[in-house]
Antibody
Framework: EVHLLESGGGLVQPGGSLRLSCAAS????????MNWVRQAPGKGLQWVSA????????YYADSVKGRFTISRDNSKNTLYLQMNSLRGDDTAVYYC???????????WGQGTRVTVSS | EIVLTQSPATLSLSPGERATLSCRASQSVDNYLAWYQQKPGQAPRLLIY???NRATGIPARFSGSGSGTDFILTISSLEPEDFAVYYCQQRSNWPPTFGGGTKVEIK
């Protein structure tokens, strides 16, 4: 059974940094692209970033480009999202997600909450 | 980026009734349209992919149709556990985008 467990969320001040992690199990992690998708409080879903299975290809939403960095460690079956220069509109629950294709997601973690506030 | 518009925003129905949810794309997405269900406090669940294919374990009462710019998610007979928010998502163009959601609530 696929299991994705996010961690690293919390309260951070505007301009601060945070690193999210997603520990994966139940599948061959190195064979699948991975994604981060977020959901602001009471709002809809927004794709944030994706990374190819080997880590060589990365993709970002315009709203986070230059501030967020996605990475992975296939030896540790873990996905990361380094978030810098955080803003209030980055406040959201962040989910890691995977699927058969890079941009379709059948498996999701339970999410980790990030709050950007002074 | 492709904008997906879902309608209605809220659908008030009773258990056993048929639900019809719409998703319209700002440009053609071919058949690369998915539907997700999300309940409060839970992660989204993939229901339908590529317009009409049910994901693993999804009951047959859920069906999808459409191509190009207009898509429909149909729930043939609402069960109590189907009251939730539904999102459409396109994967035709980067970045992948979601619609704003339709809330199916108990009447």
């Amino acid at each position: 059974e696929v299991h994705l467990l996010e961690s690293g969320g919390g309260l951070v001040q505007p301009g601060g940094s945070l690193r999210l992690s997603c520990a994966a199990s139940g599948f061959t992690f190195s064979s699948f692209a991975m994604n981060w998708v977020r959901q602001a409080p009471g709002k809809g879903l927004q794709w944030v970033s994706a990374i190819g299975n080997s880590g060589g290809n990365t993709y970002y939403a315009d709203s986070v480009k230059g501030r967020f960095t996605i990475s992975r460690d296939n030896s540790k079956n873990t996905l990361y999202l380094q978030m810098n220069s955080l803003r209030g509109d980055d406040t959201a629950v962040y989910y890691c997600a995977k699927g058969r294709w890079i941009n379709l997601w059948a498996d999701w973690g339970q999410g980790t909450r990030v709050t950007v506030s002074s | 980026e492709i904008v997906l518009t879902q309608s209605p925003a809220t659908l008030s129905l009773s258990p056993g009734e048929r639900a019809t949810l719409s998703c319209r794309a700002s440009q053609s997405v071919d058949n690369y349209l998915a539907w997700y269900q999300q309940k409060p406090g839970q992660a989204p669940r993939l229901l339908i992919y590529d317009a009409s294919n049910r994901a693993t374990g999804i009951p047959a009462r859920f069906s999808g149709s459409g191509s190009g710019t207009d898509f429909i998610l149909t729930i043939s007979s609402l069960e109590p556990e189907d009251f939730a928010v539904y999102y459409c998502q396109q994967r035709s163009n980067w970045p992948p985008t979601f619609g704003g959601g339709t809330k199916v609530e108990i009447k």
